[in-house]
């Protein structure tokens, strides 16, 4: 299959899940009223759940991707001690694989801490929004009030 075709497949399939969608003013689901066009969505439940497995890939990155290095550094150093040219070789290999285990954990790391954040964050600056666009009552805002922002 190539790109494109399976670029296509995976267009059609997200469409026919409904999309994103952002909600304001706890507006109810699909099929019960509110407004199509959404751009964003960020259920917390969903977002915890991709930030914990990013944890725990992170967890078993660390544990798992550095099991062999004290052992090639050991080879390493005979070799080196042995005057091959492979030992070099193999140092330089060790320290390409520990730096890039660095940064993927590095980035598992943020991925975690980043869903974590906006998960609070979205859920923050909704209700933030929401308050600010009601009267004093607890009634909504009028569309020709809303209106004024844009003017």
């Avoid at 004290?70 to 290999?93: F, M, P, V």
């Avoid at 980043?114 to 009601?134: C, N």
Wanted: charged share 25%; aromatic share 6%.
């Amino acid at each position: 299959m190539s790109f494109d075709e399976e670029w296509a497949a995976l267009v059609a399939k997200a469409s026919e899940r409904g999309g994103a969608g952002t909600r304001l003013n706890e507006a109810a689901d699909p099929g019960g009223g509110g407004g199509g066009g959404h751009d964003l969505s960020a259920a917390q439940d969903e977002l915890g759940a991709i930030g914990h497995d990013a944890y725990v890939l992170f967890g078993r990155l660390r544990k798992d991707g550095d099991l062999a290095r004290e052992s090639s550094d050991g080879a390493a150093t005979a070799l080196r001690n042995a005057n091959l040219a492979l030992g070099e070789e193999l140092a330089l290999t060790v320290g390409v694989w520990d730096s890039q285990l660095r940064t993927l954990l590095q980035s598992c790391a943020h991925i975690s801490n980043h869903l974590d954040y906006s998960a609070k964050s979205y859920t923050k600056q909704d209700k933030e929004i929401e308050a600010q666009m009601r009267h004093r009552d607890g009634s909504a805002m009028s569309v020709s009030e809303i209106e004024r922002y844009y003017e």
